[in-house]
């Protein structure tokens, strides 16, 4: 159905009350999410991304019932990822003619995934599409934000900013817009979306964000594609992004680890405990690997300056949560971050060499090169040691 947002701006999109996975089952949506697509009908009628595919049929049954399809004048392709162009091949086949505006990066993006050779129009950074009544769409590239062929749209007159990815949230609501949605969801949703996708992108976002302000263009609503539109103090979504690209960390230490028989879970919790001693102030945090959500973990390492990690010695190694663990943070390049390793072992003790070894790989900075090692399970010399650990920890 139909929403106005603003004048003859509405909302066409999906919301998707049981996403529990997204990008294939790599990032949890406990909240689920939405596909964000806008109608413009001004006396040219625009229509701007779609929804994911396994919507598509029903999005465009919904759109017929708003429009007769051939009123709309253009597509607008912000992101070619499936989950905004995933209806375009059941749109299209409607509209087989109508122009569809985006970046040179999205035509490949969109012709490598459905082979058709639609009408293209690309698009460049300060292109202007006259939608009349005065009123004009002037097209933003946003490289890497999060896919080389991203775009923002902004509306002129209507100062509306139709943002795709950046800003985003997986966040299931039928409300729409920013003031009317529990904040303290959101804020949890904003904050994991950046950590896991846009984390590494940060020196081009802010580059991006500084050449959308410099543009002095009024903007009284960010319409993302995922979650809700920022109508109330938009720019607090910019701000936020703005601090969170310049290297970001709280006063937080995470403890991630997996164990075996308990012996690196009782290590754990000892170093919890000697950290807490030498520091009031800081916030200390423990996950196990295998009892908690991955993703969730991620938006803790982006909070925290220091992460300490175990796993006991196995197969001259660690734990395959842990090793796995350390690459996904490789990839979203943490950056102004302190690590330290720990564990159990049996016989041979290789697991803290490999933990540092892949910490370092991912762009942490050390505190200490051999770790907590601990022979079979922890007696309470053992445990003193992990408080101590701990301590060291907390002061570095
Ligand atoms: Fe929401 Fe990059 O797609």
């Known amino acids: 159905m139909k929403k106005l947002i603003k004048n003859n701006v509405s909302w066409v999109g999906k919301v998707d009350w049981e996403l529990l996975k997204f990008h294939g089952d790599d990032y949890s949506t406990h909240k689920g999410s939405t596909y964000n697509s806008y109608l413009i009908e001004e006396e040219k009628t625009v229509l701007i991304d779609t929804v994911w595919m396994p919507f598509a049929d029903e999005f465009v049954e919904n759109l017929q019932k708003e429009i007769d399809l051939d009123k709309i004048d253009y597509v607008i392709a912000n992101h070619g990822e499936v989950d905004h162009s995933g209806a375009l091949p059941a749109l299209m086949k409607h509209i087989p003619n109508k122009p569809i505006y985006c970046t040179a990066n999205a035509v490949k993006s969109l012709k490598g995934q459905y082979h058709q050779d639609w009408d293209f129009h690309v698009v460049k950074t300060g292109d202007k599409l006259d939608i009349?009544?005065?009123?004009?769409?002037?097209?933003?590239?946003?490289?890497?934000?999060?896919?080389?062929?991203?775009?923002?749209?902004?509306?002129?007159?209507?100062?509306?900013?139709?943002?795709?990815d950046a800003f985003g949230q997986?966040?299931?609501?039928?409300?729409?817009?920013?003031?009317?949605?529990?904040?303290?969801?959101?804020?949890?949703?904003?904050?994991?979306?950046?950590?896991?996708?846009?984390?590494?992108?940060?020196?081009?976002?802010?580059?991006?964000?500084?050449?959308?302000?410099?543009?002095?263009?009024?903007?009284?609503?960010?319409?993302?594609?995922h979650g809700v539109i920022w109508r109330q103090n938009p720019m607090q979504i910019v701000e936020k992004y703005s601090k969170w690209?310049?290297?970001?960390?709280?006063n937080q230490i995470s403890i991630i680890y997996e164990t075996m028989w308990n012996g690196t879970?009782?290590?754990?919790?000892?170093?919890?405990?000697?950290?807490?001693?030498?520091?009031?102030?800081?916030?200390?945090?423990?996950?196990?690997?295998?009892?908690?959500?991955?993703?969730d973990i991620i938006t803790e390492v982006f909070k925290s300056k220091t992460v300490v990690m175990g796993s006991p010695t196995v197969g001259n190694g660690v734990l395959h949560s842990v090793a796995g663990f350390a690459h996904l943070m490789k990839g979203l390049k943490f950056k102004n971050k302190k690590a330290a390793a720990f564990g159990c072992y049996g016989w041979s003790g290789e697991g803290n060499k490999v933990i540092s070894e892949s910490m370092k790989d991912a762009g942490f900075e050390l505190i200490d090169e051999d770790g907590l090692k601990n022979l079979w399970n922890p007696n309470e010399s053992a445990k003193e040691e992990a408080v101590k650990f701990g301590m060291k920890i907390a002061k570095a």
């Open 132 to 164: 009349g009544n005065g009123k004009e769409l002037v097209f933003v590239e946003m490289p890497m934000l999060h896919w080389p062929d991203s775009m923002a749209t902004y509306l002129t007159k209507d100062n509306i900013l139709f943002s795709n």
């Open 170 to 225: 997986h966040y299931a609501t039928e409300k729409l817009f920013n003031d009317l949605v529990d904040q303290c969801e959101l804020d949890n949703e904003c904050i994991k979306y950046y950590a896991n996708i846009l984390a590494p992108f940060s020196q081009m976002l802010k580059r991006k964000l500084a050449e959308i302000i410099s543009f002095g263009l009024p903007i009284d609503m960010i319409a993302t594609s």
């Open 245 to 250: 690209a310049e290297n970001y960390q709280e």
């Open 265 to 295: 879970k009782q290590l754990a919790e000892k170093i919890a405990e000697g950290i807490a001693i030498a520091d009031k102030d800081v916030t200390v945090k423990l996950f196990n690997l295998a009892k908690k959500d991955a993703n």
